[in-house]
């Protein structure tokens, strides 16, 4: 018999459920296993440490305890332990001193160190102190002795880690990296965020909260998620993959504006991309891509929710189109047939060809930040994450495995073995901005290449 507080209860552990419950069946307990961190034992004590969701999408731990005999509750230890698989014991963790405001370790050391103890976690930390550092970290590092990567810090710490760590994967599997048709070997090793950053977007599409203390549960259970990227290659080469957006045009340039700004911190993202909107250029581009076929549009809307194309890829310009018919007649983007039967080139004159590695959703929900700036009119649509955001005549919105952009009328300096354009392109890739060398690049989309520590927000 055991007893809970003054009570004496009974103990089932029955689908993944452990119920404590009076013997009239009056239940006081009722946790599922999967949402267990640990179980402690002392003398005839069992303590069980639990993950609690809220209404906010917020976790919180919580404790309950019981007495029993030491045999019952020495077996019950047993049993629950042996049910807690998965759970992490070994992580490498990077921590970003500068993200954000700069508070990076204290959030760490408030939040995250307690629980990683309690749950007797492994830890190697390892403190950055420069851009692209995780990435050369993860060239050589021994990832057979960790369960997991955990960063703390923003996005951009994120995407270093994802780049070094799909990096490692392609070059432990002998993958050429600078080859664009390459199809890639996913990651098997998870990795969590724990944000400290400007914008958090990343884990607040997981989670629907920025909350630290609920990412460090989330790791804490164990449980992952898959997710899609996007490779950008140029001149034979593989310039980066991309976890969350990939813009060339507008976006390219709006987030060289914001790197010239970053003494204004946060703030430069409702600020900065407004003027870069209001002197935005045109670019003559030729645009070839490939459209996902029936087999390959996702047949559920399980990840990050309710959610429609994976990736989106657009074209835009200044002169409104029929984006379903379009005809010589009736708009500059000129659809041909080409050697390949399922490849559609389109060529004009276009404001920004985008891509998204994460799908849009169809719910928009109110308490969720975003990573856009404040447009005006119908962009706000795309700041406030809604299904219709990129509805519009101006918008073509193509749902692909990849494509090729190609400028147009661009020329090309030659130095001794290098080559660089005359003018300059910029591609935003998560945040970063890329200066493009060559007139052509490619990008392409892999799914389920990397894996997530948490659960898509629902």
């Known amino acids: 018999m055991f007893h809970f507080g003054h009570k004496s209860v009974d103990v089932s552990l029955c689908d993944g459920v452990m119920t404590v419950a009076t013997p009239e069946n009056d ?75 700069k508070k990076g370790i204290k959030v760490y050391k408030k939040i995250a160190d307690s629980l990683f103890q309690l749950c007797g976690v492994k830890l190697d930390i390892i403190v950055t102190n420069r851009q692209n550092e995780p990435t050369e970290i993860l060239k050589s590092y021994d990832l057979s002795k960790i369960d997991g990567i955990v960063t703390v810090g923003g996005d951009g710490l994120y995407c270093e ?25 996913s990651s098997v090793l998870p990795i969590g965020i724990i944000p400290a950053g400007s914008g958090d977007v990343i884990v607040q599409y997981l989670h629907g909260t920025r909350c630290a203390r609920t990412a460090v549960l989330h790791i804490l259970l164990g449980s992952h998620v898959d997710s899609n990227i996007v490779s950008v290659h140029a001149g034979r080469h593989l310039l980066s993959y991309s976890a969350l957006v990939l813009g060339f045009g507008l976006f390219g340039d709006m987030m060289h504006d914001c790197e010239k700004f970053r003494w204004m911190g946060p703030s430069r993202y409702n600020i900065i991309p407004l003027g870069s909107m209001l002197k ?47 005809t010589k007649s009736s708009s500059d983007l000129q659809k041909e047939s080409s050697v390949n039967e399922d490849l559609i080139k389109e060529e004009g004159r276009i404001y920004a060809v985008d891509s998204h590695a994460i ?42 495995s990849g494509y090729k952009v190609k400028l ?9 073995n290098n080559k ?21 690049f490619n990008v392409k989309l892999h799914r389920n290449a990397v894996k997530f520590f948490g659960d898509f927000a629902d």
Request: proline share 4%; with cysteine; glycine share 4%.
């Open 359 to 400: 799908m849009m959703k169809e719910k928009f929900r109110e308490n969720d930040a975003s990573f856009w700036s404040k447009f005006p009119d119908g962009l706000t649509k795309v700041k406030n994450e809604k299904p219709d955001c990129y509805d519009y005549k101006f918008v073509s919105k193509h749902e692909v």
């Open 420 to 440: 660089e354009l005359q003018k300059d392109y910029y591609i935003n890739c998560d945040g970063e901005c890329i200066r493009l060398k060559e007139p052509v």
């Open 27 to 101: 239940i006081l307990v009722s946790i599922e296993i999967s949402r267990m961190l640990k179980v402690n034992i002392t003398c005839g004590n069992l303590t069980v440490y639990y993950v609690e969701k809220k209404k906010n999408k917020t976790l919180n731990m919580r404790t309950f305890s019981l007495e029993a005999d030491f045999e019952d509750i020495q077996k019950l230890y047993r049993d629950l332990d042996s049910k807690l698989k998965g759970r992490p014991k070994s992580l490498l963790v990077l921590i970003n001193p500068n993200a954000g405001k």
């Open 280 to 326: 935005r250029r045109e670019f003559d581009v030729e645009v070839e891509y490939n459209p996902l076929t029936q087999n390959e549009k996702p047949k559920t809307a399980r990840l990050y929710g309710r959610q429609i194309s994976l990736p989106n890829g657009f074209l835009s310009q200044p002169l409104k189109l029929q984006r379903k018919q379009r």
């Open 408 to 416: 147009l009328n661009s020329t090309v300096n030659t130095v001794g």
């Open 161 to 185: 880690c994802m780049n070094g760590l799909v990096k490692r994967v392609q070059q432990d599997n002998k993958i050429q990296l600078d080859n664009h048709n390459a199809d890639i070997v």
